[in-house]
């Protein structure tokens, strides 16, 4: 009697940590609300800004987004960070998970990370790990969405 493969279904099936991938895409607006620069050296400013944010598709859900940023005296040469909290459904799993941002651009182009921060996830969505990214195609706003959830 060859029982390997009921073995190995049966493992795979009684580990509750194994993970599975997603991957999503879709749209979202944003409002932001920024406020005069907080500080200033040489034409280097720092400033605050926050925003709301309503995400449609598999991520169905509203956001805040609180944000630092710097700009420079060279035109198109900027940066922010920023923490965001999601809460909704993403997959039609209701809860809610954190995001850091850090972007910059310049010369070399921009470069941006998003990630979903460790331990954030609550409800549905406890124990989500990913990253986000965001594009802008004609002034659409766009996000990407890559989770892994403990299955």
């Known amino acids: 009697?060859?029982?390997?493969?009921?073995?190995?279904?049966?493992?795979?099936?009684?580990?509750?940590?194994?993970?599975?991938r997603m991957n999503a895409t879709g749209p979202f607006d944003v409002k932001?609300?920024?406020t005069p620069p907080f500080a200033a050296h040489e034409g280097v400013e720092l400033s605050r800004a926050t925003g709301d944010k309503r995400f449609t598709g598999v991520l169905?859900?509203?956001?805040?987004?609180?944000?630092?940023?710097?700009k420079t005296p060279v035109e198109g040469s900027a940066a922010y960070v920023a923490v965001e909290q999601i809460v909704g459904t993403l997959d039609g799993r209701a809860g809610s998970f954190a995001v850091t941002h850090v972007a910059s651009?310049?010369?070399?182009?921009?470069?941006?990370?998003?990630?979903?921060?460790?331990?954030?996830?609550?409800?549905e969505l406890t124990g989500i790990t990913g990253s986000?990214?965001?594009?802008?195609?004609?002034?659409?706003?766009?996000?990407?969405?890559?989770?892994?959830?403990?299955?």
Do not use: C
């Not at 169905?60 to 710097?70: F, K």
């Not at 651009?105 to 954030?120: K, T």
């Open 132 to 151: 986000m990214a965001i594009r802008i195609v004609d002034k659409q706003h766009h996000y990407d969405i890559d989770w892994n959830l403990p299955g």
């Open 60 to 70: 169905e859900a509203e956001s805040q987004v609180h944000m630092l940023a710097v």
């Open 1 to 20: 009697m060859f029982l390997w493969p009921v073995a190995f279904v049966q493992s795979l099936s009684a580990a509750a940590w194994y993970p599975f």
């Open 32 to 34: 932001m609300n920024f």
């Open 105 to 123: 651009m310049g010369a070399a182009g921009p470069q941006m990370s998003l990630s979903i921060v460790p331990d954030s996830g609550t409800g």
